[in-house]
């Protein structure tokens, strides 16, 4: 396959670019080897592909959010979860207090608020934190197709300083959008954000997305075409927070982003891609990801509203 020569290629034209910084709110991210660099794809008929620093593993952190939003939607169903989170971009920042005046419910999944919440809701209702947090583990592993691990000294790390994502929960408590403890929901987010992936991992997790739920390496349904839909709606208009519209028009894929520097794109029908490079913009989203990204729509015409 040309696949491979096709993604060193894209990852040496990025390569000299160091514009960015990698994220500095705890020393694990902060001290990151910041010229990494990887990219992985997955086809919806199951191969895999990658480049570059393809073994490094990295925290998923915020690419978590639509697939644990997946899993509440497959869980709880659609009503119950959009009665607690919203669908709309929020055009903040993704910590951002960005909250409905009145009810409280915070405006997408894809945000820290909204992601706090799916959180709550992912597992049956009856579920213990602990269980809830086994059945999220489970599920990411799942659209991965191994079995995923926390990185525990980022966990940690990352709760000590999670003062603005306590405050989130506090407010999502006050308005009853979470019922619970929200030190307890935030521990639960947090190690939601602390699994351990790679660019492989990644490129897997995005193609079931693309392949109707259904994980194109193991075969496994992992979630519903419907929620699938969803999933990739609230991507597509949320997923790269306040640079959002500007990835739509110039990438044109639903994708997400974290803050370690990974980057997912799923093609509906093709394919998923992963990318990762810790250097962060000014939103929070890998500068050379979304580089990377930008080439492979010019290259390979994956726009969604390129007539083809
Ligand atoms: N764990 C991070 C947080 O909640 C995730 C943020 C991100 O990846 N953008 O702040």
């Known amino acids: 396959s040309p696949i491979p020569d096709y993604l ?11 514009s960015g910084a990698t994220a500095d709110y705890i020393p694990e991210l902060a001290d990151a080897d910041p ?39 497959a869980d709880r169903g659609f009503d119950a979860v959009l009665e607690k989170v919203g669908v709309e971009p929020s055009g903040d920042a993704f910590n951002e207090i960005s909250l ?35 059945r999220i583990i489970d599920g990411l592993s799942a659209f991965a197709g191994r079995r995923l691990q926390v990185d525990e000294s980022v966990y940690h790390s990352e709760l000590s300083h999670a003062y603005r994502n306590r405050a989130l929960a506090n407010m999502l408590r006050a308005h009853d959008i979470i019922g619970e403890d929200p030190l307890v929901a935030v521990a639960g987010y947090t190690r939601q954000c602390s699994l351990l992936v790679n660019v492989d991992d990644l490129a897997v997790m995005a193609a079931t997305l693309a392949n109707r739920g259904i994980n194109p390496v193991t075969g496994a349904p ?68 979304v580089e990377l990204f930008e080439r492979f729509t010019a290259d390979m015409g994956m726009h969604l509203m390129e007539v083809p």
């Open 35 to 73: 010229d990494l660099l990887a990219a992985g794809l997955c086809t919806v008929d199951g191969h895999v592909y990658s480049a570059g620093d393809a073994g490094v593993e990295f925290s998923i952190q915020s690419i978590s959010k639509p697939f644990v939003c997946a899993l509440a939607l």
């Open 222 to 289: 992992v979630v519903s075409a419907k929620v699938v839909r969803q999933t990739l709606s609230v991507m597509a208009t949320c997923g790269m927070y306040d640079g959002a519209g500007d990835w739509m028009t110039r990438v044109g894929v639903p994708a997400k982003s974290g803050v370690a520097g990974g980057l997912i794109g799923a093609l509906p029908g093709q394919a998923g891609i992963a990318t990762f490079s810790p250097r962060l913009d000014r939103h929070g989203n890998s500068v050379r990801g």
């Open 100 to 134: 409905e005046p009145g009810s409280g419910r915070p405006l997408n999944p894809m945000i820290n608020a909204g992601a706090i919440t799916t959180h709550t809701l992912a597992g049956p209702e009856e579920a213990t934190p602990e269980a809830r947090v086994e």
């Open 8 to 18: 060193a290629e894209a990852l040496r034209s990025v390569e000299a670019d160091q």
